[in-house]
């Protein structure tokens, strides 16, 4: 038997293997359940007791042998795998191009909004899409009959009258107002929520962006170059803008901002309905009540406040017809946006 194993342990380590196959089936022969040293070890129990402890040995070095050698075979073969394939790179295929997303496009113009503002000392606040009673409305000098409050309009929390998704962003206005000093020079991009139904033209969630100044001696002429400067960054160098009187509980006086229509360039198309004329955002100059509301002592103290759609501003930007568009995720439509912002 010592013979046999001493032979045995040479043919291992002469073995020569060609591929990973011949490794596995050299451990399989010697190894494996059926193999040769579950055989050896059977037999060895019929080995006289002399002998046990040399055979024992003998025995232990091929089973050792048996497994080094496939380990050693298993992780040269390994090892060529890996290199085979690195040499196998052919370095003049092209690349394998990753297709890129886009920005949606109410967020590249947010951006740019924002961009446009903070170049002039205007710096981007936050506030909650889940207001109460008094930051979107109370504050801001709504009367407690006005129709925006009425469930027709809003959306309450659980019926809670005084918890609501907020219906605009002057909201933020109010927060900022009652938690900074004046100068406040800020813009607030958020999603408001309205209970409207849904058309080409109208969507129950939408985008805001709300402009606040406050400082000594902020006038209407401030507020109306302030707003010229935007219209020409946004629209381009030509556009006008005109100011029509309007009405917001919180501003006084209120207006409307139009800019020229830049389809058209001021003639007259069916974007602008033959005016030349587009409207893009409310403004005016902040009602006295509110800035008291806020604790900003409105003797001190004036401020303009302006509000603008961003879904209706993008609309006129890039010709969008219907802001469904906008929430659908078709990507034939937003992979036609491509922007710096
Ligand atoms: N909050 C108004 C709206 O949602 C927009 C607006 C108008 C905001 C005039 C203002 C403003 O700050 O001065 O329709």
Same mark, same amino acid.
Not at 113 to 141: M, R, T, Y
Not at 155 to 179: W, Y
């Given at each position: 038997?010592? +013979?046999?194993?001493?032979?045995?342990?040479?043919?291992?380590?002469?073995?020569?293997?060609?591929?990973?196959?011949? @490794?596995?089936?050299?451990?399989?022969?010697?190894?494996?359940?059926?193999?040769?040293?579950?055989?050896?070890?059977?037999?060895?129990?019929?080995?006289?007791? #002399?002998?046990?402890?040399?055979?024992?040995?003998?025995?232990?070095?091929?089973?050792?042998?048996?497994?080094?050698?496939?380990?050693?075979?298993?992780?040269?073969?390994?090892?060529?795998?890996?290199?085979?394939?690195?040499?196998?790179?052919?370095?003049?295929?092209?690349?394998?191009?990753?297709?890129?997303?886009?920005? *949606?496009?109410?967020?590249?113009?947010?951006?740019?909004?924002? =961009?446009?503002? =903070?170049?002039?000392?205007?710096?981007?606040?936050?506030?909650?899409?889940?207001?109460?009673?008094? *930051?979107?409305?109370? @504050?801001?000098?709504?009367?407690?009959?006005?129709? @925006?409050?009425?469930? +027709?309009?809003?959306?309450?929390?659980?019926?809670?009258?005084?918890?609501?998704?907020?219906? *605009?962003?002057?909201?933020? +206005?109010?927060?900022?107002?009652?938690?900074?000093?004046?100068?406040?020079?800020?813009? =607030?991009?958020?999603?408001?929520? !309205?209970?409207?139904?849904?058309? @080409?033209?109208?969507?129950?969630?939408?985008?805001?962006? #709300?402009?606040?100044?406050?400082?000594?001696?902020?006038?209407?002429?401030?507020?109306?170059?302030?707003?010229?400067?935007?219209?020409?960054?946004?629209?381009?160098?030509?556009? +006008?803008?005109?100011? !029509?009187?309007?009405?917001?509980?919180?501003?006084?006086?209120?207006?409307?901002?139009?800019?020229?229509?830049?389809?058209?360039?001021?003639?007259?198309?069916?974007?602008?309905?033959?005016? $030349?004329?587009?409207?893009?955002?409310?403004? $005016?100059?902040?009602?006295?009540?509110?800035? #008291?509301?806020?604790?900003?002592? =409105?003797?001190?103290?004036?401020?303009?406040?302006?509000?603008? $759609?961003?879904?209706?501003?993008?609309?006129?930007?890039?010709?969008?017809?219907?802001?469904?568009?906008?929430?659908?995720?078709?990507?034939?439509?937003?992979?036609?946006?491509?922007?710096?912002?």
């Amino acid at each position: 038997m010592k +013979q046999k194993i001493e032979s045995l342990i040479s043919n291992v380590n002469s073995f020569i293997a060609e591929n990973a196959d011949h @490794a596995e089936q050299l451990r399989l022969k010697y190894l494996g359940k059926k193999g040769i040293l579950n055989d050896l070890f059977v037999e060895f129990k019929n080995v006289p007791a #002399e002998q046990r402890k040399e055979v024992g040995l003998l025995l232990n070095d091929l089973k050792n042998n048996v497994q080094d050698k496939v380990n050693t075979l298993k992780e040269k073969f390994e090892q060529g795998k890996s290199e085979n394939k690195k040499e196998s790179i052919d370095l003049s295929l092209p690349v394998d191009y990753k297709v890129l997303g886009t920005r *949606h496009p109410i967020s590249i113009v947010r951006n740019e909004i924002v =961009s446009i503002f =903070s170049k002039i000392g205007f710096v981007v606040s936050e506030g909650p899409e889940i207001e109460n009673d008094w *930051h979107n409305f109370s @504050a801001l000098n709504f009367p407690p009959e006005h129709p @925006a409050r009425d469930m +027709q309009d809003t959306f309450f929390i659980e019926k809670n009258p005084d918890i609501a998704l907020r219906t *605009h962003t002057s909201s933020v +206005q109010v927060r900022v107002m009652e938690g900074s000093k004046p100068p406040i020079r800020t813009i =607030s991009p958020g999603r408001v929520f !309205r209970n409207e139904a849904i058309s @080409a033209r109208a969507h129950c969630i939408f985008h805001q962006v #709300e402009g606040l100044y406050i400082d000594k001696d902020v006038s209407f002429a401030d507020l109306k170059q302030t707003l010229l400067y935007f219209a020409k960054e946004m629209f381009g160098e030509k556009t +006008q803008i005109r100011l !029509r009187p309007s009405y917001f509980p919180f501003t006084e006086p209120s207006a409307e901002m139009d800019v020229s229509c830049n389809i058209c360039g001021g003639k007259g198309c069916n974007v602008c309905k033959y005016t $030349g004329w587009l409207e893009i955002l409310g403004c $005016g100059m902040v009602d006295p009540n509110v800035l #008291e509301n806020c604790g900003i002592d =409105s003797k001190e103290y004036t401020g303009f406040a302006f509000g603008m $759609g961003v879904e209706r501003i993008t609309m006129l930007k890039y010709s969008v017809k219907d802001l469904r568009l906008y929430f659908e995720n078709d990507l034939r439509f937003l992979n036609q946006f491509e922007s710096a912002y």
